[in-house]
């Protein structure tokens, strides 16, 4: 199986810590997960920054926004972009608390799921316009709006995406 090199996918913790300006820091963590037996039950075990993945493997990004300053700060927007050769699979566990928006043109244009888009399609020799619902898989981006993170308070944000 061809291994793919995990550096690819650190580029997107550029592009979200490039959003923000002072006091917000961000830092990306990207880890492997893995189910593993602990006393004969299934757990899930997160090895941080692999260097390697294979086609198939799942990858939990989570960013952590933490603010640095000594007041509040309002409409934090943090964007991730599903890194290339990886497809969207879930929200992060324990970050359900703040809406993630969604993108399907790299970034131009977000909403929430579930995702639509107009397709169209010929039917009886006539061309005929539908919605349609888009599958996760094809998101292109994940952003958040945080309405305000107080002085020194720290959020985490993430979702999983599996390789290709």
Do not use: C, H
């Not at 917000?24 to 997960?33: A, E, R, W, Y």
């Not at 703040?98 to 009886?124: C, H, M, R, W």
């Amino acid at each position: 199986m061809k291994r793919l090199k995990l550096t690819l996918i650190l580029s997107a913790a550029g592009v979200a810590a490039a959003q923000t300006a002072s006091p917000v820091s961000l830092s990306l963590v990207m880890s492997l997960v893995s189910s593993v037996k602990v006393n004969g039950k299934d757990t899930e075990q997160l090895t941080p920054n692999p260097r390697n993945v294979l086609p198939g493997a799942v990858i939990s990004q989570v960013v952590t926004v933490r603010n640095t300053g000594g007041k509040p700060v309002r409409q934090v927007p943090v964007t991730l972009p599903v890194p290339k050769n990886t497809r969207y699979l879930t929200a992060e566990k324990g970050t359900d608390g703040l809406q993630a928006e969604y993108s399907i043109d790299g970034g131009k244009t977000f909403a929430p799921a579930p995702l639509k888009q107009k397709v169209t399609v010929t039917e009886n020799g006539r061309a005929i316009t539908r919605e349609v619902e888009v599958k996760p898989s094809e998101y292109t981006s994940v952003r958040w709006v945080i309405p305000e993170l107080g002085a020194n308070d720290t959020l985490k944000l993430g979702y999983r995406v599996q390789v290709k």
